[in-house]
């Protein structure tokens, strides 16, 4: 589906990574997202709400969409970063299964959200705001 426009190079200056535990050979200064649309390896993640395969939509660091997971550390965008000889590279899945996974893995207890609490307090504080502002613009400040 997708192909290289770059002339391979040398196999001695290519690049290895490994997507998806695949071992992969691409042209040094190819980006994460171009390594695996060319690997055949073109969905990115998983959407944690509603468990969809998602992709690269931009291509250019503005969606977020293109988040994978390289050599372990989570939410890298593949189109912005660049592909490094030993990269792993792997599809990211955040769910809210895996987040329960890891709470019980760390022993962190969920934390509830008590958003009504939230509510009152941000209320008065804008409303001490606003009143600061009417005041200010009375007395022209």
Known sequence: ?????????DPMTAVQVTINDTLV???PGTTVWAAMALAGET?????P??????????AM????ECMVEINGMPNRQACLTEVVDGMQIN??????ATIAELQTELKVEPQPQDV??????LTATGSSLAADVTEN?????
Do not use: D
């Open 1 to 9: 589906m997708f192909r290289s426009v770059t002339k391979q190079q």
């Open 61 to 64: 660091g503005v969606c977020f």
């Open 49 to 58: 709400v509603n468990q969809q395969v998602r992709s690269a939509y931009c």
């Open 137 to 141: 613009i009375k007395t022209g400040e």
């Open 116 to 121: 009504t609490g939230n509510l009152s307090e």
């Open 91 to 96: 599809r990211q899945v955040i769910t809210e």
């Open 43 to 47: 969905a990115t993640r998983v959407s």
């Open 25 to 27: 050979s691409v042209v």
